[in-house]
């Protein structure tokens, strides 16, 4: 595996400068967690059109588009990427073991590893395999416009899934610098990190070193457990900003809480109240997280209260500048 030198830090010079400083508005669309819930994803994404969003972020499932040894199955990607061109979504794309939602590592059964490593990346050959999956789906989907950005795996130096494992900084990089070759229009790579306490510091930084965008996944109550929330939601990501604005890094908000962590209480007001400490600290991109609830609940439970507090949120984000 490559080592952690100056060589891999991102060209920032070889950017288009346009994707910079623009206002975005989104939330995570996960196909599998529709699915757990027992919901027609393409009547989700129907609904999500009514949210009046300009952004969407999406994963790309090593498990479902590898699901045999060498056999790529990409027509539900290829579908959703369409749909998202039609109707002029900027699409994020995560690639990667780790991407959104549970069971955090989305490692097809043929390719599962018994290592009880913390660090999984340590099986050097799930690594190769991930990284043959990694270069077919690049090279499937790059041609498609509505793509604006890839996400090298996600909050990958964070402890997750069943065994509490993370994705090392070196692997990380070297997915980095695999997408970059492979895109040939250069577009910017995410690194994701858990916004909890300055516990994580070192995570940010291994982060800024390889990432053009860093990701900030924010949730400021947490298993009942709120007491710390102004730090998490306020106090950090401003601080992470100056961080990486310091070293030309452009700072999103990937993940900002929009549903409850159980057994926590969360709703419409909380979320409010989140989204307004960081417009205070000036974030242009903010991908929401909850979408399937919210779906859920206005489906299913005729609840469209948090639906429709964030039809309002786009909107007001969207309207300034």
Request: with cysteine; charged share 30%; aromatic share 10%.
């Amino acid at each position: 595996m490559p080592s952690m030198d100056e060589s891999m830090i991102p060209p920032e010079r070889d950017l288009d400068e346009s994707f910079f400083g623009q206002r975005r508005f989104g939330t995570t669309f996960s196909i599998k967690e529709l699915e757990r819930r027992g919901l027609d994803w393409r009547e989700g994404f129907d609904c999500l059109l009514d949210l009046n969003m300009n952004s969407i972020r999406i994963g790309a499932y090593w498990s479902e588009i590898e699901p045999e040894h060498g056999k790529f199955d990409f027509d539900q990607m290829d579908e959703l990427l369409t749909k998202c061109e039609a109707h002029n979504l900027q699409v994020v794309v995560t690639v990667g073991m780790k991407g959104p939602r549970w069971p955090e590592f989305h490692i097809p059964a043929w390719a599962q590893t018994d290592s009880e490593d913390e660090d999984i990346s340590s099986d050097t050959q799930l690594c190769d395999q991930c990284l043959d999956y990694i270069e077919a789906t690049v090279n499937h989907i790059k041609s498609f416009k509505c793509i604006i950005a890839f996400q090298i795996e996600n909050e990958p130096l964070d402890k997750a899934g069943e065994r509490r494992q993370i994705v090392g900084i070196d692997f990380v990089a070297q997915e980095a610098n695999l997408v970059r070759r492979l895109d040939d229009k250069l577009r910017p790579i995410i690194i994701t990190a858990w916004c909890w306490s300055f516990k994580h510091d070192a995570d940010v930084k291994d982060a800024l070193r390889y990432c053009n965008v860093l990701g900030l996944d924010v949730y400021s109550k947490v298993r009942g457990d709120d007491s710390t929330g102004e730090h998490r939601s306020g106090v950090l990501p401003k601080y992470y900003k100056q961080l990486a604005n310091s070293r030309a890094r452009e700072v999103w908000i990937t993940e900002a809480q929009a549903e409850p962590w159980n057994p926590s209480h969360f709703d419409s007001e909380d979320m409010k109240l989140l989204l307004a400490k960081l417009n205070k600290s000036k974030f242009d991109t903010v991908f929401l997280w909850g979408f399937e609830k919210w779906l859920d609940s206005k489906l299913n439970k005729d609840d469209e209260t948090m639906w429709n507090a964030v039809r309002s949120a786009a909107n007001d984000h969207m309207s300034k500048r």
